[in-house]
């Protein structure tokens, strides 16, 4: 067996453990939503004033926070006053439907609503794992430049939404927004981004809205089929998406 026909095995069990954890939390009453970036993204700040903002709201909500080594997330979500759990990958480069599983199993808080998952920081492997959401968050700092979309057209382009984060030095970094939308259109065409900064709270408000709003209909935007490794469809249907896609391409392959 080719490894292409192996990654593709690996991929098929995936999603399959993924639609069923999503299926089961479903009928438990929870969303999952799951955040992808890169390291310095400021996803785990950002996430941190969400978990906040829906304690302060009287939101049940819980979330993973998943890292290669130490317990430093955690400890730095934990301060919101939501539940929440540390999941070392052990030097994995991605989380899969079978950690998360294992993880939910006998923790999760029987009235939790939404889970948010912190992927690892990594925009290559965790793109193409479903791991049981409804919502998929891609985040890029301003820091981070307006071609990160087209050089990383997976984890932007399988988003149901798209977050810019640490706004406030978007002047002194010199980002051109309008470009990084435009960008950000080519590989995920009618998809909606939102502008956030921990430091203010801006857009904390619309993403807890938008994981409370697929608690009852899964989103709107359906991002576009992408092609598999050799040109074909690598098809499901998670993400809340009826039938969406990942575009599995070699490039996306777990690290050794």
């Given at each position: ?37 890169s390291?310095g ?81 990594n ?48 002047a002194?970094a ?13 590989v ?69």
């Amino acid at each position: 067996m080719c490894r292409s026909d192996v990654r593709q095995a690996v991929l098929a069990k995936n999603d399959d453990l993924a639609a069923l954890l999503r299926e089961d939390l479903a009928e438990r009453g929870v969303t999952v939503v799951n955040l992808l970036s890169s390291p310095g993204s400021g996803k785990t700040e950002l996430l941190g004033r969400v978990l906040a903002r829906a304690v302060q709201r009287g939101v049940p909500v819980a979330a993973l926070t998943a890292d290669l080594a130490t317990e430093n997330d955690a400890q730095r979500l934990a301060r919101s006053g939501a539940p929440v759990q540390q999941l070392l990958t052990d030097g994995l480069c991605h989380l899969e439907a079978g950690q998360v599983r294992d993880r939910v199993d006998g923790w999760l808080p029987a009235d939790t609503e939404v889970l948010f998952v912190e992927n690892v920081g990594n925009l290559v492997c965790p793109a193409s794992y479903d791991l049981g959401e409804t919502l998929r968050i891609a985040l890029m700092a301003v820091t981070e430049g307006e071609d990160k979309p087209l050089k990383y057209p997976t984890a932007f382009g399988s988003a149901h939404l798209v977050a810019i984060t640490k706004t406030d030095l978007a002047a002194p970094a010199g980002f051109d927004e309008a470009a990084f939308r435009a960008n950000v259109q080519r590989v995920n065409p009618g998809v909606e981004t939102v502008r956030t900064c921990a430091r203010s709270g801006d857009g904390v408000d619309a993403l807890l809205e938008r994981a409370l709003a697929v608690r009852h209909a899964p989103p709107a935007h359906r991002p576009p089929l992408a092609p598999g490794p050799h040109g074909h469809d690598h098809g499901h249907g998670g993400h809340g998406g009826g039938g969406h896609s990942h575009s599995h391409d070699p490039a996306a392959a777990p690290l050794a």
